[in-house]
Nanobody, 115 residues
Framework: QVQVVESGGGLVQAGGSLRLSCKISGTTFSTNVIVWYRQPPGKQREWIAQINGGGSTYYTDSAKGRFTSSRDNAKNTVYLQMNSLKPEDTAVYYC?????????WGQGTQVTVSS
């Protein structure tokens, strides 16, 4: 059974940093593409970053230069290091993995950036 669990969110001042974690169990983790999304208050969920099995990463323009995704296959965990946070980064952050044509999501972790 695939399980996805995010953690690491919290309240931070503008300009601060947070590192989110996404632990995935029940799959051959090292080959999975893991995608980070976020959902700001009152808005739709949006794609922000992706890390492939080989470690290649892709970011939305708003995340480039500030966010970095990495993975530790030994720990079945993907990370999202977020620096220079802005109030507009306030959102619930999710990670997602697709396995066998099915999408699996975590419960999300709240990130709040105060001005």
């Amino acid at each position: 059974q695939v399980q996805v669990v995010e953690s690491g969110g919290g309240l931070v001042q503008a300009g601060g940093s947070l590192r989110l974690s996404c632990k995935i169990s029940g799959t051959t983790f090292s080959t999975n593409v893991i995608v980070w999304y976020r959902q700001p208050p009152g808005k739709q969920r949006e794609w922000i970053a992706q890390i492939n099995g080989g470690g290649s990463t892709y970011y939305t323009d708003s995340a480039k230069g500030r966010f970095t995704s990495s993975r530790d296959n030994a720990k079945n965990t993907v990370y999202l290091q977020m620096n220079s946070l802005k109030p507009e980064d306030t959102a619930v952050y999710y990670c997602q993995v697709q396995i066998g044509g099915q999408d699996y999501w975590g419960q999300g972790t709240q990130v709040t950036v105060s001005s």
